[in-house]
């Protein structure tokens, strides 16, 4: 999932949310930034569910993300980090400030057209 937010205090944030995935036995990645979050997450189901149940209360914006499953034998991630980064989605663009104004949602036929 990702989420475009406004988000401060980035190094408290990091280490919490880097804590609770390990103490979660969870492998991937979160990436933090001012503009938001971006994460690529893997574990047992129950653990990554309660996880998930505390980030999205530890930072209420998140509230109603879509995130997107995928279920799988292996984890395919061998470690789990959290790194602090200047854009979640590199766009390279630093007056676009995606927390603040998108485009509008488009229905898959009119997209396509």
């Known amino acids: 999932f990702y989420r475009f937010i406004r988000l401060s205090d980035l190094e408290s944030l990091r280490v919490r949310v880097k804590a609770r995935a390990i103490e979660a036995g969870l492998h991937g990645s979160i990436l933090l930034s001012g503009e ?3 994460s690529f997450l893997a574990g047992e189901e129950a653990s990554l569910r309660n996880y998930l149940t505390w980030l999205f209360s530890e930072i209420p ?16 991630f061998t470690r789990m980090l959290v790194k602090i980064k200047k854009e979640i989605i590199t766009m390279g663009r630093p007056e676009v400030v995606p927390s603040e104004k998108t485009g509008r949602n488009l229905p898959a036929k009119e997209l396509r057209r």
């Open 61 to 76: 914006d998140l509230a109603g993300v879509s995130v997107k499953e995928s279920f799988s034998v292996d984890i395919p």
């Open 36 to 38: 938001g979050i971006n």
